[in-house]
């Protein structure tokens, strides 16, 4: 799922919450990339990877709601399995909104809401816990929705599996 995600990032990409640098070895249509991840330790361990990536690349340590990055800087922003853990995912997303160029690409593998029923319930049951035992993510957060609230048009956008972690992957255009 990375790999045909990632095949779409295209011009100057930016990651979010980019972790240990899982989907380093995917952007082969990149002309530069920038990463950004909050947490010193995963930041670390991406960085002993950079080397694995062919075009310039660059990591700050950032977290979404405070991108520090221009106006409509990139062409293509990243965000796999991160706004289910981010503090404030509306200003994120609006930071997210801010950095794209107009008409420019949101790249999403994103575990989300389920649809209504028995998986629904039992997400906000388990929430909580779940919040606890996985570094703050949110069980049952709505994404799509907010992505879409955010000003965010769905281009191609799969539903994968069900259950528990409902997986979302695909892409979105920046308003004009
Ligand atoms: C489940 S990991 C996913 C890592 C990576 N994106 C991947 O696909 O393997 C969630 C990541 O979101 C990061 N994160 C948490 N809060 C964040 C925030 N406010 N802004 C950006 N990233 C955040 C975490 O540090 C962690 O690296």
Redesign the pocket.
């Given at each position: 799922m990375r790999k045909d995600l990632l095949a779409q990032a295209r011009g100057d990409v930016l990651e979010?919450?980019?972790?240990?640098g899982?989907?380093l070895p995917f952007y082969v249509r990149a002309t530069t990339l920038t990463l950004?991840?909050?947490?010193p330790e995963?930041a670390r361990r991406t960085r002993r990877r950079l080397s694995m990536v062919s075009v310039p690349v660059q990591l700050v340590e950032a977290?979404?709601?405070a991108l520090p990055f221009a106006d409509c800087r990139f062409e293509t922003v990243v965000s796999?399995?991160?706004l289910c853990?981010?503090?404030d995912p509306v200003a994120?997303l609006s930071e997210i909104r801010r950095v794209l160029v107009p008409g420019g690409r949101l790249l999403i593998?994103e575990h989300v809401q389920a649809h209504p029923g028995i998986w629904r319930v039992a997400q906000n049951l388990l929430a909580p816990a779940w919040k606890g035992l996985a570094?703050?993510?949110h069980l049952s957060r709505p994404s799509l929705a907010l992505i879409e609230t955010a000003g965010f048009v769905p281009v191609v956008v799969r539903e994968v599996g069900q259950g528990l972690l409902p997986l979302r992957i695909g892409r979105y255009r920046a308003p004009n």
């Open positions: 979010v919450g980019c972790g240990t899982r989907n950004t991840e909050p947490d995963m977290p979404a709601e796999t399995l991160v853990t981010v503090k994120a593998l570094a703050g993510c």
